[in-house]
């Protein structure tokens, strides 16, 4: 069974920039979640996908928005960095249906010079 | 608003003494709890959620609706629980299940 797989590890971009970042779900999962962890902090959510629609947003700006392909993997892109958006992005995934619990990736590293 | 609080930021006990590691939260609804670690260099894991009512690697948590609380207990803490602990909870059900609203996390060291 392959796990949740992020890419890329780490990256670095400046301020203004765009950034995409990706995530293959777990072999069987249909739903994806996306959060970001602050230095210090707990994950915060940020968006779901289910088969390939939203399904809930958290408290991000519209700059922050995602995309789930029919194999299920997703993409986060975020648009107009700032200097705030430095944070480990996670990904999760779960099977989808009710009471799935998720399992996450290692995350991105993104940092905003 | 859902909120999960850790008042510990830090833990530190010693090798077979009893460890809890508080949780407390705010939600409307009905909402499911569960603890997620990270050991060094690992992947954020699913520890338990209190819907299983498991007893995973020692620990156990009871979900506390009166007090709002789902603290997390081992009576003989080991070198290999030294960790990042947190607690989530989400929705129990419906199309909000899944979102998880996360605690800042405890860092629990277990001295030898």
Redesign the interface.
């Known amino acids: 069974e392959t796990g949740v797989t992020q890419s890329p590890t780490h990256l670095i971009k400046t301020r203004g920039q765009q950034v995409t970042l990706r995530c293959s779900s777990q072999s069987g999962h249909n739903t994806v979640s996306w959060y970001q962890q602050a230095l210090g902090q707990g994950p915060q959510f940020i968006f779901q996908y289910y088969r390939e629609e939203e399904n809930g947003r958290g408290n991000f700006p519209p700059r922050f928005s995602g995309l789930q392909f029919p194999n299920y993997s997703s993409e986060l892109n975020v648009n107009a960095l700032e200097l705030d958006d430095s944070a480990l992005y996670l990904c999760a995934s779960s099977p989808g249906g009710s009471n799935q619990p998720q399992h996450f990736g290692d995350g991105t590293r993104l940092s905003i010079l | 608003a859902q909120r999960?609080t850790?008042p510990e930021k830090l833990l530190s006990v010693f090798k077979g003494a009893p460890v809890e590691l508080k949780c407390n939260y705010s939600y409307s609804g009905s909402p499911?709890l569960?603890w997620?670690v990270q050991y060094s260099r690992q992947?954020?894991?699913?520890l338990l959620?209190h819907?299983s009512r498991e007893s995973i690697k020692g620990f156990t948590a009871d979900l506390n609706k009166g007090e709002t609380s789902f603290h997390l207990k081992k009576p003989f803490a080991q070198e290999e629980d030294s960790a990042m602990y947190?607690c989530?909870l989400t929705n129990?059900?419906?199309?909000?299940?899944?979102?998880?609203?996360?605690?800042?996390?405890t860092i629990l060291t277990v001295h030898p």
């Not at chain 2, 992947?43 to 699913?46: D, G, I, P, V």
């Not at chain 2, 199309?95 to 996360?102: D, E, H, M, V």
């Open positions: 999960v850790q499911e569960f997620y992947r954020l894991q699913l959620r819907i947190y989530a129990a059900g419906g199309t909000s299940y899944g979102k998880l609203t996360f605690g800042q996390g």
